[in-house]
């Protein structure tokens, strides 16, 4: 569980796979749940970025999401997930959990903390990814990617190759 930095908000999650958002304003009269969104797996970890309009959640299914919660009313994913790498040992091989999350102070960067001791740096700005994306693909391959890595989202180019 984390606070909001304006510590108006309580984040929790866990086994449930939900993620909760908890009016927590006024610590005399908790007003309650305020929104609620499923996770694809048990939630090991949140934070919320230094405005408290994003949230980062980790968990089982090793993926890293990031939320929008700017409307305290409601809170949908910001971001695709972020699968992170698997590792191998000893040709058997398992998912690089994440059990820890935390965004840099100032900025879109959050990093991971993986149970095999490794951290990840990411960065949660869709447009930083579509960048990178352009920069390592070429416009005839793209489409097949998108619909292959992104196929809940529908394809709309996002490079100006032209």
Known sequence: MVF???GRTLATGGLSHSIDLWN???????????????????????DFNQ???????????????V???ADPGKMEEAYWPVKLN??????ATYPRRPVSAQFRPHGTWFVTGLDD???????????????RACA????SDLPTKWRS??????????????
């Not at 405005?51 to 999401?65: F, I, K, M, Y």
């Not at 698997?86 to 040709?91: D, G, L, R, Y």
């Not at 390592?136 to 416009?139: A, D, I, S």
């Not at 890595?149 to 032209?162: A, F, N, S, T, V």
Request: charged share 15%.
């Open 117 to 131: 001791g490794m951290v990840a740096l990411w960065n949660s700005d869709p447009q930083f990814a579509a960048d």
């Open 24 to 46: 927590v304003a006024d610590t005399d009269h908790p007003s309650g749940r305020v929104v609620s969104a499923l996770s694809p797996g048990a939630v090991y970890a949140l």
């Open 51 to 65: 405005d408290g309009t994003r949230l980062v959640s980790t968990g089982l299914e090793s993926e890293a999401h």
């Open 67 to 69: 939320w929008n919660v």
């Open 136 to 139: 390592l693909t070429t416009e």
């Open 86 to 91: 698997v590792a191998t040992i000893n040709e």
């Open 149 to 162: 890595h992104l196929p809940w989202i529908p394809y709309k180019p996002p490079c100006d190759w032209h």
């Open 4 to 6: 909001s930095p304006d």
